[in-house]
């Protein structure tokens, strides 16, 4: 951030009286401009008892497998979202249900949170940020192509939860991983 | 939102291509600009069979009592994000539990979460945002005068689990409130 998006002026970063941390401060119109973490809502849209999968066709990780799911938009609660998100990516409709996960990955300042979901037909294709759509049994999981952490620790409890025979609400916090030196950065 | 924080130009208001919803694009360095909602997290500070509660010395909703909370912060976890709120408006030290409520208040597209959380001792006091600091029992809990939404049905949830024996986690989605024209507007 370098302007004041208020007012056009550049802005300073600095900690505001009162406040603990820095932000940018507008000194021209007075605007202080927070900057605070996304939420990430997805679901687990399910039939019978496989579950849908898209392979992405945008970076991060283009070409690795994960579930429907992006940015919550405002005015949006976290399963309209994930509706939205199986729409948008997977042309995809469903009937939204428990939240399922919620995993903090705090050093990119987000929340991913997962709803449970059941596909209302099959009636699918892959959307614009998609190459492909499918429907996948726990032992067709691709685990060494799943495109983030999040995604993969939320399938490892879904998996997990069916065999017990209930399904119970998880959440936990996600360090940043250890990578080769050859590896791209990812979640 | 008028300039593009980034170059300072003015910015557009519109859909984007292969974009479903209306953004600020700035088409002189093409950045786009998005909004999302901000997540709030809390703490229900225990001590014994009380829990302490903050009476909000700014607005909105000045002089009313509240669960210390407040807005995610970029880098930090909801458990950690609690931790510093009841910090800051409490002057407190908790030991976070779990996860207790999760809220989505799309109205102001915000989501309200709130941990279960022990005190570690009784060195409270207000903090800069606080009138007054005080641990409540249930039947001493000033109903009327509590300054959220949230905050009044996480309060009933909690004290509902504690006489169950059991802490479940509870998620819902709060619809806006209809009130009376001489009610100021409130969450």
Avoid at 2 to 14: H, K, T, Y
Avoid at 96 to 101: A, D, K, L, N
Avoid at 118 to 141: C, H, M, T
């Amino acid at each position: 951030m370098n302007f004041c998006s208020n007012c056009g002026a550049r802005v300073d970063f600095r900690i505001p009286p009162g406040d603990a941390l820095p932000r940018h401060v507008c000194d021209a119109c007075g605007t202080i401009h927070y900057q605070n973490p996304k939420v990430v809502v997805g679901a687990i849209p399910r039939w019978g008892d496989r579950i849908l999968l898209c392979r992405r066709a945008i970076e991060p990780r283009l070409g690795y497998w994960t579930l429907p799911a992006g940015f919550m938009e405002n005015a949006e609660t976290t399963a309209a979202g994930a509706a939205r998100e199986t729409l948008e990516e997977a042309c995809a409709r469903i009937v939204v249900g428990e939240m399922f996960t919620l995993i903090n990955v705090p050093h990119i300042s987000q929340v991913h949170i997962v709803h449970l979901a059941d596909l209302i037909d099959l009636d699918f294709r892959p959307g614009e940020e998609s190459l492909e759509v499918a429907l996948f049994g726990e032992d067709e999981i691709p685990w060494d192509e799943i495109a983030f952490r999040t995604i993969g620790l939320t399938l490892r409890h879904f998996f997990a939860d069916r065999r017990a025979g209930r399904f119970a609400f998880h959440t936990c916090d996600l360090e940043p991983a250890v990578l080769p030196r050859s590896t791209a950065a990812r979640t």
